[in-house]
């Protein structure tokens, strides 16, 4: 029978009380005395938990919404239908931890060890006056027998080199998420759903799913798309050849609905002002310190892609796909042209991606949608 997690009242912690509680539990880790941590039902929203000894710590229930978990040992740990939204758990060890029920959307995993974690479907069960009812992770109340099992939430999280080895995985949700890289030997998937999944460098007979289960996944460059490669440096070159003599030579790249990948670290520290690469998928690209002024990326995939110190005055991102994109420094403002008029970024409707753009430079002119 499941536990009644809604039948008990949260309790709110500050970082120092947090911290105390932290420090025993990571001496009781060690046989030095101390004593577990029981953090069941509280809110932990947005503290620090990074690189600390978690291992066996219950945290069921609990909710830790933009909670920093980077590099932290949860082996074993209770997470069961814990609220782990937009949490920062890259390189943390979540080995035979209980995560059934947990919600991850949005989460950072890269590097995460999911050996052996129970990731089965879970809801958690309430029971007041009007009988028994059911409250899966969505939220979603359910009164009498009548119940819709919710796995766990991996949506859009970054989940590079992650391990699911013989992992439980029913009912999970994998739709958007980066998983280059992972690995999922002898897991178990069942009604498991992969839809926009980036699956580059993952063996795909270790999935043994369905089709419709993997609609619109990015897998690995395809032999046609890396024999462009050739082509696209060329564009490259002509491109930059036509910024360095004013137009007089060269040509500007359109790079429109091409899969950029096997260009690599080629985009790094580039003179690219007015790229065109509409659609184009540049997942995980490097354009660190780049000259994109007035670059047009409308419709392109650039999940992961990395634009730190890129100069992006005047850009266009509207209906891109950011998640996991780095903008640390990056230039975002609006761009002057020669003929006096100005080109405004245009970022369209980010909604819950605008975390992804703290750290840039804004000049206030460009408001931010939160949808």
Known sequence: MLKNLYGEKRVARTQQELNVILAAHERYAAYQGGSRAHLAHCILDGLNLANRNLSEADFSGASLVGANLCGSNLERASLYCADLRDC??????????????ASFSGARLAFAVLDGADLRAAMMMYVGAEGVSVIDRDGAKQSGRSRTMSGVDFSNCSMKGASFGNARLDGANFTGALLQGASFKSAKLTNVVFKN???????????????????GCVQDVTPQAAAKFDM????LDAHQQWIASGGAQGAPAILDDEDLRPLHQLLVARPLTGLCARRACAIGLDFSSSQLQGAKFEGADLRDANFTNADLRGVSLRDAKLAHAKFERANLGRLSLANGSVLTPDLGEVGSQEDHFRGAIFDGTHKLVAL
């Open 88 to 101: 920062n758990l890259q390189s943390a060890k979540l080995s035979r931890a209980d995560l059934r029920g």
């Open 197 to 215: 999944a980036v699956l580059t460098g993952v063996n795909l007979k270790e999935l043994d799913v369905p089709p419709a289960a993997m609609i």
């Open 232 to 235: 696209l440096r060329a564009k």
